[in-house]
């Protein structure tokens, strides 16, 4: 589950489409800063600036906020009405805020305006052309992207019109191999149509970041992470060169499997898999086949669904409990409007959004999830995950606004994975939800679902932004994009499209991100992250425990070095943030490796005399 979270200060503005703003980017209104186009700027004027900036920010967090949480909890015409408004006054504001600080590239400014300076500029996810009409364009595009992906449907040979929902839940339950390739071709026929708004988007886009100064925009998007574009796209690339190992022997079990249910001609032993058979629409994670896969006596010995019954646990407890591991690691109870104010069961008389989100509301103390809290042991791991994103939130509440944000894009996530992480039987036998703990030979059933969601991901989660980062470059042109996409699919994942498709396929279309315009490498970076700060968190509690038994449940230490990490915010480079915590500027993998290693020996034992890679 890739649950979203409300985000403070300017990354409000990153989250919509661009609308129309003035060609000559300055400000109208007598109580907004203008920077006239003549003057020589100075770093007084920089400052002067970034303080007016800082208190427009604010209103407009708290005004868009308000309006976002109440058109999430109250569907209506009115509502939504509301929220666009709001909406399109932050991402006009941002184009205001990028283009001003442009300005300033060349002023000889301290470390602390720099920083502030970029983030305002690279809070632009799909920045504008500094041209009236080119920018109304490309938010007229974003807006049809957006309509055509929301709309989408297909109807079935039964002559049953289908949603995305309902071919997903297909694809995840259906055993039946041509049923899946329908499901599979079926949601691919929404996407041809995107292909020539996609490519006249990307070259808007790509004009909007060279006025900014980038040299396109991937390397916009790759300039966010306190390194240099090229650094960022070398570090990616030996981060996957750790965890491919372990990749590789899961996906040679998982093909073998695979090939026994459905017979090798359909799953050929030393080929890429065939991309429907994984249980998911876009083969990104693989749980839903665990079924298929799970070694024999994999049964852990409780059920945590069954174990929240017997104890009476109801929604609202799910999130005490939830609350008590954040107090056990010395963090402040939340607070009391928190309780009054957050949505944890769907209503019976109004439409709301039910998909698992935090917020915050006014960067101060009004946190709050809106979920529809189903008392299932999936769900009860999700609250720990989006408590996670709350205490994150209160913890920075502190820093400019400019740094009420995680210390790079990945973070915010990873830390919500990093607390789920601890969700562990020692935690659950702790807390009184089950009576034992089980003995080590049930770990590879529990390791090896985690993987299918885990592991399976990495590569995915790495590609898509690989090929975007192509197309921005014109290294991917429009005639080739459906070809690079499978190029990549192959290279990395190991999956392949599972018949030949058509001259105007545009596949990474159907995958809502590429027309939804966000970035996708932060998925990758918190599925490495979380389990880098679990082990690092495990060895300050003084565990004694393999890492994937490990639980920082009640852990004083733990807690105080995870919040010193919070309250931190982005206000240093995130290289800084991960040195308090794991004692070294850069990212490793081998934290997965640690995790996973009883399932990876395990794999390579299965593996043996089996013709591996792809």
């Known amino acids: 589950m890739k649950p979203t979270f409300k985000l403070t200060t300017a990354a409000i503005i990153v989250a919509a489409s661009l609308s129309a703003c003035n060609g000559d980017n300055t400000v109208t209104n007598d109580a907004k800063p203008t920077i006239p186009a003549s003057k020589v700027l100075t770093v007084q004027d920089a400052e002067k600036f970034l303080v007016a900036t ?120 259906s055993r039946d191999y041509d049923e899946l390739l329908e499901m599979w071709q079926g949601w691919r026929t929404i996407s041809p149509d995107m292909k020539p708004l996609y490519t006249r ?20 998007w790759r300039s966010n992470y306190d ?31 695979l090939g026994k249910t459905y017979g090798e001609d359909k799953v050929p032993q030393d080929q890429p ?21 799970a070694p ?40 009391e409007t928190f309780w009054q104010r957050s949505l944890f069961t769907k209503p019976a008389d109004r439409d709301v959004v039910c998909h698992a989100s935090a917020w915050d509301l006014d960067a101060k103390d009004d946190i709050r999830i809106k979920m529809c809290i189903q008392k299932t042991g999936e769900d009860f791991s999700v609250i720990h995950h989006e408590l996670g994103h709350n205490f994150y939130q209160r913890a920075y509440q502190n820093q400019p606004v400019y740094y009420q944000n995680s210390a790079n894009d990945g973070f915010h996530e990873a830390i919500g994975d990093t607390i789920a992480l601890s969700v562990t039987p020692k935690y659950l036998k702790e807390i009184g939800l089950i009576d034992t703990i089980p003995d080590e030979s049930k770990d590879i059933g529990l390791l090896l679902k985690m993987a299918l969601d885990k592991v399976a991901f990495m590569p995915f989660g790495l590609m ?41 396929a545009f596949d990474p279309g159907a995958k809502y991100h590429v027309p939804g315009g966000v970035p996708y490498s932060r998925y990758f970076l918190a599925h490495i992250q979380q389990f880098e700060f679990h082990r690092a968190l495990c060895e300050i509690s003084g565990n004694t425990d393999a890492i994937h038994r490990c639980s920082i449940y009640n852990n004083k230490a733990a807690g105080t070095a995870l919040n010193t990490v919070l309250e931190m915010g982005s206000s240093q480079p995130w290289q800084q943030a991960y040195k308090v915590l794991t004692g070294n500027e850069q990212m490793d993998a081998t934290a997965i490796l640690d995790y996973f290693a009883p399932l990876h020996t395990w794999l390579k034992d299965k593996n043996q005399g089996k013709q591996c890679g792809f």
Request: glycine content about 8%; hydrophobic content about 40%.
């Open 201 to 220: 988007q990307a070259a808007l886009g790509n004009e909007g970041a060279q006025g900014l100064g980038y040299a396109d925009l991937g390397a916009m």
């Open 296 to 335: 024999e006596d994999a049964d852990p010995g409780y059920d945590v669904t069954q174990q929240l019954a017997a104890n009476n646990y109801d929604e609202v407890s799910m999130v005490r409990g939830a609350e008590g591991f954040f107090t056990s690691l010395g963090f402040e109870a939340l607070p």
């Open 227 to 257: 390194m240099s574009a090229d650094e960022f796209a070398k570090e990616l690339d030996r981060l996957w060169g750790q965890v491919k190992p372990l990749y590789d022997d899961l996906h040679c079990y998982v093909r073998t499997e």
């Open 464 to 504: 898509v932004d690989q090929w975007r980062w192509k197309v921005y470059s014109g290294e991917v042109t429009p005639e080739n994009y459906n070809t690079a996409w499978w190029e990549l699919r192959e290279k990395y994942q190991g999956v392949s499209a599972p018949i030949e498709r058509e001259l105007n």
């Open 273 to 293: 898999i065939p991309a429907h058979l994984l249980g998911n629409m876009w083969a990104q994670s693989w749980g839903n086949i665990y079924d298929l896969v």
């Open 54 to 173: 800082e208190k427009e920010l604010v209103q407009l967090n708290t005004e868009g906020s308000r309006a976002a949480w109440i058109n999430s909890n109250f569907i209506t015409e009115d509502t939504s009405a509301l929220a666009a408004a709001a909406d399109q006054k932050s991402t006009e504001a941002g184009v205001r805020f990028a283009m001003q600080a442009a300005k300033f590239d060349s002023v000889n400014v301290n470390a602390d305006q720099r920083r502030k300076l970029n983030i305002l500029k690279q809070s632009l996810v799909m920045p504008a052309p500094q041209d009236s009409a080119k920018s109304a364009e490309l938010a007229k595009i974003g807006a049809q992207l957006n309509s055509m992906y929301g709309k989408g449907n297909y109807t079935a040979k039964s002559g049953e019109t289908l949603s995305l929902g309902q071919m997903t839940a297909t694809m995840a339950t």
